[in-house]
């Protein structure tokens, strides 16, 4: 038996104005066949798992590439069609594979293809056309027709944060075993919910719906049940949350199962969505907490969901109302990295901060402030893997104000991005990071109270500040009750151009 492998990885913005270049593959994570010999991170953990199993089974094991790009905006048509081809390319040479399992993300969107992972599946189909093709998915994904036709195996994450990687590899591994066995013959179907939102697992009625995902995997026929998020920062006919299930043979469980549990979904929307207050309200709210530190999420400039990663509008409010004892970041401005880096570790700066990309990261910020670490090749864990973090550079002003500038975007997961530069978190009143819900677990321990705030930028969660021309405005809650009113698509609006450039 022959197992071939790979991961193509990066979770498109439409609404960004930076493209997704080969550089940011290159600067972040870009192995051609090799990753297994690293440590894992996210979205290599599955490669880990495949390997370790098809090698228990004494099978032959194909490796290829594993590439990963922070989100931004459209991948430019150079740099998917290298990316794409290469992973064709080696499935070439290999003269194919008996089973095929792929680490995709599910929102890529390159300048003239829409569904990236429903265009690469479909040439491995072609390719391979009796191969068991199997695909794990990142939550926030677009669930595609496409999709389901190349791959007879499609699974997402559960969880968001994301700490099920592991284990849903290993699903889609036994899944694909069982198919080798011939034990099953799995049947998909996808049912929309019609909605854009952000769905917190880790807590309240998120936490039941994971809970009933995986009773329903332990009904007779069901053989894998999953709830793409979707991801919202994306203008694309697919876009929204929709619910998948796959059955043993029997079509009609699989659609049935789908649309039962995705109406259930949608009924509790209300329940399931969340209001997150303004800069404003969630600094009012964190200057009335008591105890410390308070942990407040910059949600609007999380690099995780395309945005810049260089906005100073919570900084800059912080310095306007005075306040003190802050530690915030990761701020992406290689710019100020370089300059820290040639004046050293000691140096007394004036510096201008931040707001270099557009309109979504405000304007730059003039501080003065004081070099008190430089340090490159740390990480910082998300889940059981580790993600790099580039030179970072620690930045101390006046106030007991401490900052953590980077030259690579990623958005903040861990309090360990903050404490192994030397900035104790204990000791702060308010911590203000760069992320939406990755950081939350880690950073629930260690804080009085977490805030996330709707603060201006690129990923903000008020979704009104984007234009929907394709799929989202006939989404909640653009729509009442989408799924009550005909929303079907005609055939011209199916045919629009999905030509982005």
């Known amino acids: ?27 972040f994570y870009l192995r051609h066949g090799t990753a ?20 228990e089974h004494e099978w032959e094991v194909i490796e290829s590439l594993a590439a990963i790009a922070e989100p931004a905006g459209l991948t430019v048509t150079a740099t998917y069609d290298a990316l794409h081809g290469e992973i064709l390319s080696d499935l070439e040479q290999a003269k194919g594979a008996d089973i095929i399992l792929l680490q995709l993300h599910g929102a890529m969107v390159a300048e003239t293809v829409e569904d990236c992972e429903g265009d690469i599946l479909k040439a491995v189909r072609a390719r391979c056309p009796d191969a068991i093709i199997g695909v794990s998915l990142d939550l926030h994904c677009h669930l595609t027709d496409a999709i389901l036709a190349a791959a007879d195996l499609v699974i997402t994450f559960k969880e968001y944060p994301h700490d099920d990687a592991t284990a849903r590899a290993e699903e889609l591994f036994d899944l694909a075993l069982r198919m080798t066995r011939r034990e099953i013959r799995p049947v ?33 026929g069901i053989l894998s049940v999953s709830l793409a998020h979707g991801f919202p920062w994306a203008d694309v006919t697919d876009v929204g949350t929709r619910v998948l299930v796959i059955a043993d043979r029997d079509e009609s469980l699989a659609a049935e199962t789908a649309e039962q549990f995705g ?37 609007g400039d999380n690099s ?43 140096a007394d700066l004036s510096l201008r901060l931040g707001g270099k990309v557009g309109p979504d990261s ?66 702060k009143r308010l911590v203000v990071v760069k992320s939406t819900f990755h950081f939350y677990a880690p950073f629930k321990a260690i804080a009085s109270q977490v805030i996330q705030a709707a603060t201006p930028g690129g990923a903000s969660p008020d979704f009104r500040n984007f234009e929907y021309r394709r799929g989202g ?6 729509v009442d009750n989408p799924l009550e009113v005909n929303t079907q698509k005609t055939s011209q609006a199916k045919e629009r151009d999905r030509t982005f450039v």
């Open 473 to 478: 405005a006939e989404c909640w809650p653009f």
């Open 1 to 27: 038996m022959k197992l071939f492998m790979a991961t193509l990885s990066t979770e498109t913005n439409t609404f960004s104005p930076m493209p997704t270049a080969m550089s940011g593959f290159e600067e």
């Open 36 to 55: 297994t010999q690293d440590p894992p991170n996210l979205m290599t953990e599955a490669l880990h798992v495949w390997r370790r199993r098809a090698e």
């Open 304 to 346: 995780g969901a395309g945005a810049p990663g260089d906005a100073t509008f919570a900084l800059r409010e912080v310095m306007r109302r005075g306040l003190t004892s802050i530690a915030a970041g990761l701020f992406w401005d290689p710019i100020v990295v370089r300059i820290c880096a040639d004046a050293g570790v000691g």
């Open 263 to 299: 109406r259930s979904f949608f009924a509790r929307r209300h329940a399931l969505s969340t209001a997150y207050p303004d800069l404003d309200m969630a600094l009012d709210r964190a200057a009335e907490i008591p105890a410390s530190p308070v942990v407040l999420a910059d949600m």
């Open 188 to 220: 998909s179907r996808i049912f929309d919910c019609r909605m854009l939102g952000l769905y917190l697992t880790k807590e309240g009625e998120m936490q039941s719906v994971v809970r009933e995902m995986q009773a329903l995997e332990a009904q007779p």
């Open 362 to 427: 405000g304007d730059p910020l003039d501080i003065q402030a004081r070099v008190m670490r430089i340090s490159s090749g740390l990480g910082q864990h998300l889940g059981e893997g580790i993600e790099p973090l580039g030179t970072m550079v620690w930045l101390k002003m006046d106030g007991e104000i401490d900052l953590l500038v980077n030259d690579l975007r990623t958005q903040v997961y861990h309090p360990e991005a903050f404490e192994q530069m030397g900035i104790a978190l204990s000791s």
